[in-house]
């Protein structure tokens, strides 16, 4: 028991410390390290994902939550797009051939890696979109002892169909993807880069959450799988933001965009070939 | 209520509740994993079976499961923990709702409902399989 049980620990730490360095979380690690080392069906990982994102999220937002750099109210408004995406999703997951998922899941390690390549600096917008300003989704940057810096939020009808679809991979993969909704944040809403990371972040744990749920209900959550790899990938994630502040993130962000293609040729490969 | 003032309240209280669900959360899984090490063979023949796709459902119905888990067996127990883990986001959405309903906050009281009614439908469709 015990070399099986920890190599799956350890198998979920160093995913979750993978994740956490990167700031893609610890699912997009862990998916491809239960399949292809661990040699657990697809459906399998992707529930112990699931819940061990919900777990990872709840721990890395209480210090962003707390220090002001989650938008509270942005992420309750995505939250409805993410969640929709998200049971349809997980719904799906257990319908569709597992070759589709693999090859789903290669394009959005291929989208990751793009993203990770791709991080530019800020673009504050002073002011907002109407219906965002009606709500009071804009906020204030914190920068303690210095003067306030407000943010606009804009485009949230764009911002909340691209949730949909981070809601639906998320779903169906098992993974956070705070990629997909960092980029809707950053990109389309003009949400300042750490607000977004900060706030889609908080968002991942319903998404998840989700996911989860349905898995759970199913049955389809494998308690023996979950168990360690939820404990696991939380202390890795733990761990690994720890490490962050004192990492070189340029060296780090190249070596992670190497993995991601890696894994994406081989969860491809997986996908056309049936290996 | 103005949004700054709701913010604030909620940066007090979510860590609160993320910390509290999860920390219970992590010693039910950590229990059960004891428990399971406790029983010879009992991990590793469960592992097999999911490696060759064997699909086995850890719990009937939740009294059943609470039932179980109370005699100490570790994949209730387990599957009790990993049931917590799910609630964390629950809890907070549930607090954020009530939350809202009490400063009078319709349009935010929409989308915290349509939120949770969106987990419970999850696990509605999850059980129609």
Redesign the interface.
Known sequence: ?LS??GGLLALSVGAGFVGALSGLGGGVFIVPALVIL????MY?AVGASL?SV??T???A???F??D?WTN??IA??L??AT??G??IG??MA?LIPVWVLELLFALMMLQSAYFSLRKKGDDLLPKGCRIAER??LG?ELPNPGAAEIHYGVTNLPGGFALMVVAGLMSGLLGIGSGALKVMAMDYIMHIPLKVSSATSNFMI??T?????????????????????V??GV?AGALTGSRILPYADVRWLRMGFVVILVLIAIEMGWRAMTGV | MRAEEEDRILRVWTPVILRTVLAAAAIVLILGLIAMATVPGEYVDHFRAVQDNDRVKDYGNFLSLLIRAWHGNPRSIMTLGLMILTLVPLARVAFCLMFFIKSRNKAFVIFTAYVLAGLAVGVMLGRIG
Not at chain 1, 38 to 41: E, R
């Open positions: 028991m099986i049980l661990a040699h657990v069906p399998v819940i919900v777990a999220s709840a721990g937002s209480v210090a939550v707390r002001g509270l109210h309750m408004v939250e409805c969640v929709t998200a049971v997980a719904y257990g709500l009071e906020g744990g319903v998840a959450g989700a996911g989860a749920l349905v898995f759970l209900a199913r049955g389809d959550v494998a308690t023996v799988i979950a168990a360690p939820a404990i939380t």
